[in-house]
């Protein structure tokens, strides 16, 4: 296929992909009441802020920013923690049920979230952490696909540089604070990046144990507006914006470590 | 402490002393991973695996509400055989997921092979596929909302001006579920072909090359050297895919909430419903996540041997 012609299709096929998002940005700008009448056209021609500036007076989207980053904030360090532990663990340490351990945390992927939600809340409400953000944040620390990357990143270290810290006289511990991680730092940061957005996308399990709008994050409460403003996609479309910007910003800026981090799940 | 404080302590252990107060070193390695594995399999006992064995115990329960429940033998699985909205939402799931993962997976394999090779724009051309990932699926489904709404939606404004009027993308079944199949896609090609790129590289180019010199043309090369050669990411790619649509939840949920009618009406919704909607029905709703879970097991494990047996 020639340059010119792969040019032409990669075009077609991005302007596809780009149309939802263009008339999400472009609906977010227009006027209410030139979407109630005739319907929601991508070219009325009329801009404004209203819809943004209605969001802020009517609701506190300031706060729910900073619990956003907050929880999201908080799952990704703890989530970073235990996976790269439980990684490393798997790929380079011998013990008995290696394998199973392995295989079990993987089947968490087949478990079908929403349908154990009931015995998941009633727990949550037995530790006594609905309404606070723990309750988001234990459940959602530990994932499937982050032992996964950790367990893929570490199979490849070089079992050299591990041998060399014991020959020095460190244990396990020692030879992995002190050789693995400060080598680990694309895998760090490919971790930390996946795990701040998945968070920071989560709305149906925050929405059930968080409770008092005060403590929703923003994409919660988006979900809570969406119920509020019905039709009014003007205000649903300001906040939809709004809720993603920070991740599009994110990932435009380092596209390659997501790029790597994802690719890397793929390849066995 | 600054550093040379710690290399002065460290200098000051007697260097000596140390091994002998350790353990053997294979006891030492057991005992370290499971240290490392013990915050990570406590989480996941505590919040996952410890749920979902309740959701078991539930499945055999006449449960409406928080607290203990009755047992009712297999009286819930008994009505799942005789419930018509359950098989629709089997049935329903199933559609979706046939509609989705090979679409899915051969469209991310066709635009990876096309942006694969240098051209203008490349970057560009990846990141705008990308990008849907980073998107959450409640963003994605308002989205979807907003392009599908029948009345006042921008695809049937464009319909309309140019002509073609109104498509009853929400009041007829089928045009819901392809909505919602459309907004999925969207979602998931970018990651197929973020896969098939990266595996793309590990492509021995002189086998390409030895095609080519054989006489092959492009679509033979890509057939009978290119595809085969990446059937450990298809692989990957269609397990995955297919458990995300087993599973798929928020799309429909927020978009079309199973309807118009039933006809989009998928098994975790279906069960989520029976559960947190009005009929509080949980020990219902458990069971049909548990019949879930086992179908899911189950076409995984077939999958994965199969996936063993032809890449071996």
Known sequence: MSTPVRVAICTAVSAVFLFPLVAMVIIAFTPRASLLDGGASLWSGDFTLENFRGLFDAFPVRRWFTNAVIVAGLTTVLSVVVNVLAGFALAKLRFRGNGVVLLLILSTLMVPTQAIMIPQFELVARLGLVGFFWAVILPSASTALGVFLARQFFVSFPDELMDAARVDGCGTFGAFLRVVLPNARPLLAVMTLLAFMTQWNDFLWPLITLRDPDLYTLPVSLRLLQTAYDTDYGGIMAMALLSCLPLVVLFVVLQRFFVAGLSRSGIR | MSSTAVDAVDAATPQV??????PPRHHRAGAAAWTMLAPNLLLLALFLFGPLLWAFA????????????????????????SDDVFWRALLNTAIFTVATVPVGVVLGLGLALLMNEAMPARGFFRTVVYLPIVLSTLVVSLVGLLLFDESIGIINGILEDVGLGDVAWQSDGRLAMTSVVLMTLWTRIGFSMLVYIAALQDVDPETIEAARVDGAGSFAVVRHVVVPALRPSTFFLVVVNMIWSFQVFDIVYVMTNGGPGYSTTMLVTYAYDEGFGPARNFGYGAAIGVVLFLITVVITLVQVRRGRAEVA
Do not use: C, V
Request: charge should be positive; proline fraction near 7%.
């Open chain 2, 17 to 22: 002393e140390r091994p002998r107060r350790r």
């Open chain 2, 58 to 81: 539930m499945s055999f329960q006449a449960k409406r509400s928080f607290g203990p429940g009755e047992w009712s033998g297999l009286d819930n699985f008994t009505r799942l055989l």
